[in-house]
C-alpha cells in the first residue's frame, strides 16, 4: 500500500421518497492526498469527491499528474 485516503465529501441525498445519507454510516476523511506511482504523482479521491473541482484543484498544486477516481452512483 502506498497511500491512504478517505473521502472527504459524503453523500447524503433526500429525494422524494427515497433517502441515502452516507453520513450515517461514513466518518469523512480531511487529509488531501497524493502518492507517488512510479515517475507520475496521483492525486486520490473517491466517488462523489468528483463533484467537488476545488479538491482536483488542491491536487494539482501538490503535484498530482494523474487523478485516481473509483466512483459508482447507483441513485
Do not use: N, Q, W
Amino acid at each position: 500500500m502506498v497511500a491512504v485516503y478517505r473521502k472527504i465529501h459524503l453523500f447524503d441525498v433526500k429525494a422524494l421518497d427515497r433517502e441515502y445519507v452516507e453520513s450515517r454510516i461514513v466518518t469523512p476523511g480531511h487529509e488531501i492526498v497524493t502518492a507517488k506511482a512510479g515517475a507520475a504523482t496521483l492525486g486520490l479521491s473517491v466517488c462523489y469527491d468528483l463533484r467537488f473541482p476545488e479538491l482536483y484543484r488542491l491536487l494539482t498544486l501538490r503535484g498530482a499528474e494523474i487523478f485516481a477516481v473509483p466512483a459508482a452512483f447507483t441513485l
